[in-house]
């Protein structure tokens, strides 16, 4: 615990677990979202998209910029939501299929590209390959404001949006009935989860960024029947995970901080499953202990009420 006092002294290390909370957060909220809907999937083919997008923009400019490869990541992601929208409308394939080739796809094209970059006379100083697994020991202040700034923007969206998007998560016929545009409302949401991907590439990576969108919401939906504390629980669980993932990562040698905050959020996930009142394992294990008791004891007092008449 001393040890992570003392990381704190570290301007660097700083800024580095603010962006981390940051992104921990809104991911976590806007992953509720995700998941409520049965799109758990999505985040993981948005961010396997994004690496062609880093790569072409890249190659287009020719220069390692953060801002650059965002926009070219983002590119990609929308890109990748038109066309699972685009195969799921107009053709049989269902969504988890048009999911599936989506995130081949593109993922396929990023490994081709970023190949075809590392084997370049520049492709030593890029970088790319860092987009993979993350690292968030790369970032600096400039890259923490615009990190901070996207995560304000998502949960602000979220927060206005929110009876909308509740809706839009539980019952999209009855929205779409009474006038709401659900087709934008969708097209919305796929936009914010590109925006969070986006974020987090650079910290966690397009590997891992998808159990930081729904590891955390998965954990919170232990804990509470009420959509409104489980986004503010799920943003909990991610502002933790990051903030406790760059602390073990910065406390050793050579830990990386994306996998590590990954990680955390899993073992908050087992500790909700164990733990959570009423769906933990623990709370049920105690409520049949305690059925089993009362079933017991009304056997037994059955069994002597049998024998006084008996008597």
Not at 67 to 72: A, E, I, N, W
Not at 169 to 180: C, H, L, T
Not at 231 to 252: D, K, M, Q, R, W
Not at 299 to 311: G, P, R, Y
Request: proline share 3%; hydrophobic share 55%; with cysteine.
């Amino acid at each position: 615990m001393l040890e992570w006092f003392n990381v704190l002294h570290d301007p660097n290390a700083r800024w580095i677990l603010f962006g981390c909370m940051l992104l921990g957060l809104s991911s976590g909220v806007i992953g509720s979202f995700a998941y409520l809907r049965k799109q758990s999937l999505m985040g993981d083919a948005l961010s396997h998209a994004a690496l062609p997008g880093v790569c072409i923009a890249f190659m287009l400019s020719g220069s390692k910029s953060i801002f650059l490869f965002l926009l070219g990541a983002a590119a990609a992601g929308i890109t990748a939501t038109f066309g699972i929208g685009f195969i799921t409308r107009h053709t049989r394939i269902k969504q988890d299929s048009a999911l599936a080739i989506v995130l081949t796809v593109f993922f396929g094209l990023g490994i081709v590209l970023l190949t075809q970059i590392q084997h370049s006379g520049s492709g030593n100083q890029s970088g790319l390959d860092k987009f993979l697994f993350g690292q968030a020991a790369s970032m600096m202040q400039s890259d923490v404001m615009i990190m901070a700034v996207i995560s304000i923007v998502l949960v602000g969206i979220c927060s206005l949006l929110f009876k909308e998007f509740k809706l839009l998560s539980f019952d999209p016929g009855f929205a779409r009935g009474i006038g709401y545009p659900v087709a934008v409302m969708d097209q919305l949401m796929m936009f914010l989860i590109v925006i969070a991907v986006v974020a987090g590439i650079q910290a966690v990576g397009v590997v891992l960024m998808a159990a930081l969108l729904i590891t955390p919401a998965v954990s919170a939906r232990y804990w509470t029947d009420k959509l409104g504390l489980m986004v503010v629980l799920s943003g909990l669980f991610g502002a933790l995970s990051g903030s406790i993932g760059t602390l073990i990562s910065a406390s050793g040698n050579n830990l990386p901080t994306g996998p590590l905050t990954v990680l955390v959020a899993t073992c908050l996930f087992v500790v909700s499953v164990i733990a959570a009142p009423r769906r933990g394992i623990l709370s049920k294990v105690l409520l049949h202990a305690s059925v089993r008791h009362k079933i017991r004891m009304e056997k037994s007092v059955l069994q002597a009420e049998q024998k006084e008449n008996a008597l």
